[in-house]
């Protein structure tokens, strides 16, 4: 004979126990769910980082991920798996948040540069440095030509994008992150331009 206590008992266990098993199911599949779009989004980021390095680097037939002092950067390497130069990904703050470039470097010049995100940066303003017309002038260029500030954009005869010089300046110093990562690897870099000043006045963050 059931009790009144063990009946009550019986009818929340008919109640909880289904939903526990479902409970544990929902689990199980948002867990799956989860690692499958986990494991799709990083092949889609994988792609986007190859097609951003062909970008920069159309010539290379293949990159190898590099590592040193925990900094990462990418060995481009032609058919034949000969080393023709060095991809270094960089972020530095512009107006609104981060500006991130592949720097591409062959022999102490910089080979190519493209812009990979910037998605804070002022409409119409900052978001012009990643414009492949304005980004073409700092080609062929050696860190020492590489302005730092926003008197030296003149006197290095580089336009900075108009109303949006910290976004500019942003863009120059990756291009000196990537010149850092490349002393590392042996190259010789002038130590006195690693070492100058890159940051912005506060004027200079005024973008009008």
Same mark, same amino acid.
């Given at each position: 004979?059931? @009790?009144e206590? !063990?009946?009550?008992?019986?009818? /929340?266990?008919? %109640?909880?126990?289904?939903?526990?098993?479902?409970?544990?199911g929902?689990?199980?599949?948002?867990?799956? @769910?989860?690692?499958?779009?986990?494991?799709?989004?990083? $092949?889609a980021?994988?792609?986007?980082?190859?097609?951003?390095?062909?970008?920069?680097?159309?010539?290379?037939?293949?990159?190898?991920?590099?590592? +040193? $002092? #925990?900094?990462?950067?990418?060995?481009?390497v &032609?058919?034949? !798996?000969? @080393?023709?130069?060095?991809? /270094?990904?960089?972020? #530095?703050?512009g107006y609104?948040?981060?500006?991130?470039?592949?720097?591409?470097?062959?022999?102490?010049?910089?080979? #190519? %540069?493209?812009?990979?995100?910037?998605?804070?940066? =002022?409409?119409?303003?900052?978001?012009?440095?990643?414009?492949? +017309?304005?980004?073409?002038? /700092?080609? #062929?260029?050696?860190?020492?030509? %590489?302005?730092?500030?926003?008197? $030296?954009?003149?006197?290095?005869?580089?336009?900075?994008?108009? !109303?949006? =010089? /910290?976004?500019?300046?942003? +863009?120059?110093?990756? +291009?000196?992150?990537a010149?850092? @990562?490349?002393?590392?690897?042996?190259?010789?870099?002038? $130590?006195? &331009?690693i070492?100058?000043? =890159?940051?912005?006045?506060?004027?200079?963050?005024?973008?009008?």
């Amino acid at each position: 004979m059931v @009790t009144e206590k !063990g009946g009550q008992m019986l009818r /929340f266990f008919k %109640i909880v126990y289904p939903l526990v098993i479902i409970g544990v199911g929902v689990g199980f599949l948002l867990s799956f @769910t989860y690692q499958s779009l986990e494991k799709r989004l990083l $092949e889609a980021q994988n792609r986007e980082e190859v097609l951003a390095l062909k970008l920069v680097f159309p010539e290379a037939n293949d990159f190898k991920k590099q590592q +040193i $002092e #925990n900094e990462n950067y990418y060995e481009a390497v &032609d058919k034949d !798996g000969n @080393t023709i130069g060095y991809v /270094f990904k960089s972020a #530095n703050i512009g107006y609104g948040g981060p500006v991130e470039a592949l720097v591409a470097i062959t022999n102490g010049f910089v080979a #190519n %540069i493209v812009v990979t995100s910037m998605a804070k940066e =002022t409409p119409g303003l900052g978001s012009k440095v990643a414009d492949k +017309i304005w980004l073409k002038q /700092f080609l #062929n260029k050696k860190i020492n030509q %590489i302005p730092l500030s926003k008197a $030296e954009f003149k006197e290095k005869g580089i336009d900075a994008v108009s !109303g949006a =010089t /910290f976004s500019s300046l942003a +863009i120059c110093r990756d +291009i000196l992150d990537a010149f850092k @990562t490349y002393k590392k690897l042996g190259f010789i870099v002038d $130590e006195q &331009d690693i070492d100058a000043a =890159t940051t912005a006045t506060k004027e200079e963050k005024n973008e009008n």
